[in-house]
């Protein structure tokens, strides 16, 4: 794997993106995990109504309280007792580079948006992700996300 530059990569993310990662970390925080994990991140895109996630979960009419629900739950398997800061999981970081992929060279964007991170995570979610979320996720075609976003 190729050695990126982490904090020019984060630089890459949009502001929405970046304000979503912030308040991932916050929530790793309080919930003394070890890693800001896909999970986090993926949790806190659900937060904002008009965002990219939202929008597609609303065409392909998956109710974000129920992936909300599931990513708590997953997120509630995670060992805590972290006193410390904690650290981007690998994942993540393999995440935001599958992301800015899309979004610089399929899309022809300056910045990564929730959607490519989205479209990223369900290009590969056996990768990225596991738990019952990822089952929510698989109701979605991404053929059909592709040619709507």
């Avoid at 190729?2 to 912030?22: H, I, P, W």
């Avoid at 970081?93 to 800015?100: D, K, R």
Wanted: aromatic residues 8%.
């Amino acid at each position: 794997m190729v050695e990126v530059d982490l904090k020019r990569l984060v630089g890459r993310l949009n502001r929405f993106c970046t304000r979503a990662l912030e308040a991932a970390a916050g929530n790793c925080v309080s919930r003394t995990n070890y890693e800001v994990t896909v999970e986090h991140l993926f949790q806190a895109l659900l937060e904002d109504p008009n965002a990219d996630v939202q929008q597609a979960l609303q065409k392909f009419e998956i109710d974000p309280g129920r992936l909300n629900k599931a990513l708590t739950r997953d997120l509630d398997n995670l060992k805590t007792g972290n006193a410390g800061r904690p650290v981007f999981s690998p994942l993540l970081t393999t995440w935001f580079q599958n992301s800015w992929l899309l979004a610089s060279i399929d899309h022809g964007l300056g910045e990564v948006r929730s959607g490519n991170l989205f479209e990223a995570l369900l290009a590969n979610p056996g990768r990225l992700a596991s738990g019952d979320y990822v089952d929510i996720l698989s109701e979605i075609n991404l053929s059909e996300l592709r040619k709507n976003f």
